[in-house]
Nanobody
Framework: QVALVESGGSSVQAGGSLRLSCAAFGYTDSLYCMAWFRQAPGKEREELARVGSDGTTTYADSAKGRFSISQDKAKSSLYLQMNSLKPEDTAMYYC????????????????WGRGNQVTVSS
């Protein structure tokens, strides 16, 4: 089991940057993947970026070029650096993880944080 706690959400002006953090507590050594999602009001949840146990990263088109996912395994932490933020990036951002490739590849993670709000004003 793993517990995930996000931090770093805030209100920023368009064009600004934020770095979200996700601390993982518990049995973290065997996690196969960790990811960042977001969900805006009235919209479906969207997977932004994922990092595998081998360090391989994948990004949604909406995140490419502006967002960067990174991981510090020694600290059991996941990060999302967000640059050139836009008002449409306003959403609740979630950290997710799973131990099995089946769920990672489906984007159907079994472990979730409670979310952190990011608000971007124009």
């Amino acid at each position: 089991q793993v517990a995930l706690v996000e931090s770093g959400g805030s209100s920023v002006q368009a064009g600004g940057s934020l770095r979200l953090s996700c601390a993982a507590f518990g049995y973290t050594d065997s996690l196969y993947c960790m990811a960042w999602f977001r969900q805006a009001p009235g919209k479906e949840r969207e997977e932004l970026a994922r990092v595998g146990s081998d360090g391989t990263t994948t990004y949604a088109d909406s995140a490419k070029g502006r967002f960067s996912i990174s991981q510090d395994k020694a600290k059991s932490s996941l990060y999302l650096q967000m640059n050139s933020l836009k008002p449409e990036d306003t959403a609740m951002y979630y950290c997710a993880a799973d131990y099995r490739i089946f769920y990672c590849d489906r984007g159907d993670y079994n472990y979730w944080g409670r979310g952190n709000q990011v608000t971007v004003s124009s």
